[in-house]
């Protein structure tokens, strides 16, 4: 099935806030899976992490990774958008900032910081399961 409007509303209903999602990566041949928060818009989620990190780490190795949560798993390219305050990335970083505003100012995001990105993750393919009906998915 190809990604029509009703699941466009569907994922658009449970993902298009914030959302905790599981991200699985590859470390060699072994993955690695974390459970990160997420906000879902036109086929792609978004998040915020350090360009530190491991997951950074081995999606710069192997940019497919695998994700899942809400009845949904799926695939897709994964890649940073880069710092949270490069000019580009203003529309999605304030949508982020708002999505996340529970939690965002906590001390948990440090803007300042040239290593705080924005990393997207562009689905490919996936299942979503909806009162009982299955949808296999291309995005």
């Given amino acids: 099935m190809s ?9 658009d ?13 590859i470390n060699g ?9 997420a906000f879902y818009e036109d086929g792609a989620f978004y998040t915020i992490t350090h360009a530190r990190s491991n997951k950074m780490k081995q999606i710069e190795n192997i940019p497919t990774v695998g994700l ?3 009845w949904f798993t799926g695939h897709g390219f994964a890649e940073s958008l880069g710092h949270i305050l490069r000019p580009e990335n203003d529309d999605i970083a304030d949508k982020l900032r708002t999505v ?5 100012h906590n001390g948990h995001i440090n803007e300042s910081d040239p290593h705080t990105i924005i990393l997207r993750i562009r689905l490919t393919d996936g299942v979503l399961f909806h ?9």
């Fill in 3 to 11: 990604f029509t409007t009703e699941i466009a509303a569907i994922m």
């Fill in 100 to 104: 996340f505003a529970e939690w965002y």
């Fill in 29 to 37: 041949n072994i993955p690695s899976v974390r459970t990160v928060n």
């Fill in 68 to 70: 899942c949560g809400e």
């Fill in 13 to 25: 209903e449970r993902f298009g806030h914030d959302t905790l999602i599981a991200l699985a990566t």
């Fill in 131 to 139: 009162h009982g009906v299955r949808h296999d998915l291309i995005f």
